[in-house]
């Protein structure tokens, strides 16, 4: 069976830090992976997708990056975190007409 | 994708059943309905998914009507443990770049004993 894995749970980071966030999924090839972040008590926001290896999108501007280096793994990055950065991060993979999640990264950037 | 509209909050006693609608009437006929949810703190669990037909898991029932444009995510018997916010989502069947799944804001249903 599929499973996807994403940590840490939570993170706290100063800001200007570095952030790196990663998420790798088992159990499928070539999915579509996501990463998306919620503000508390929002909704959830697409930042980025990826169909393939080396293949980003992004879907709004920010300080925020995204990199695939193999199939299966998806790596959020920030080079100097800012406090608005704070959020749930998660990670979703979809295959056809499925989407599963993984449990989130909550970051308080301080 | 076609836009979904939900009830931001509802209630439902324990037990009973809870029903929460959504209205998506720019559907496209290719179109799916998908539900998920999201409890406090967790990533969105997938419930159930349909395109004319009703449709029934372990977890819930769906219900869609003639023409498409709202649909029914039925709760049978609803537990404290049902407390979640619920996303009604519309999305093409195909596996392209762009068909990611676009989160509203959902219903935040509580589950009262």
């Known amino acids: 069976s599929q499973t996807i894995h994403q940590w840490p749970a939570t993170l706290v980071q100063p800001v200007g830090s570095p952030l790196s966030l990663e998420c790798t999924v088992e159990?499928?090839?070539?999915?579509?992976l996501y990463w998306y972040r919620q503000a508390a008590g929002r909704g959830l926001q697409l930042l980025f997708y990826?169909?393939?290896?080396?293949?980003i999108s992004s879907e709004v501007p920010q300080n925020l990056s995204a990199s695939r280096p193999q199939d299966r793994q998806f790596i959020l990055s920030s080079k100097k975190l800012l406090l608005s950065d704070s959020g749930f991060y998660l990670c979703?993979?979809?295959?056809?007409?499925?989407?599963?999640f993984g449990q989130g990264t909550r970051l308080t950037v301080v | 994708d076609a836009k979904t509209t939900q009830p931001p909050s509802m209630d439902c006693a324990e037990g009973r059943a809870a029903n929460l609608p959504c209205n998506h009437s720019?559907?496209?006929?290719?179109?799916?309905v998908y539900w998920y949810r999201q409890i406090h703190s967790q990533g969105p669990q997938y419930i159930i998914h349909?395109?004319?037909n009703n449709e029934t898991n372990e977890m819930a029932s769906l219900i869609i009507t003639e023409d498409r444009k709202s649909s029914t995510l039925i709760l049978p018997h609803a537990t404290l443990r049902d407390t979640a916010v619920y996303y009604c989502?519309?999305?093409?069947?195909?596996?392209?770049?762009?068909?990611?799944?676009?989160f509203g804001g959902g219903t935040r249903l509580m589950v009262k004993p």
């Open positions: 990826s169909v393939g290896i080396g293949q």
């Open positions: 989502i519309v999305r093409p069947p195909s596996n392209n770049a762009g068909n990611m799944l676009t």
């Open positions: 159990g499928t090839s070539n999915p579509n």
């Open positions: 979703a993979w979809s295959f056809r007409l499925e989407a599963f």
């Open positions: 349909g395109l004319k």
């Open positions: 720019t559907i496209s006929g290719n179109e799916y």
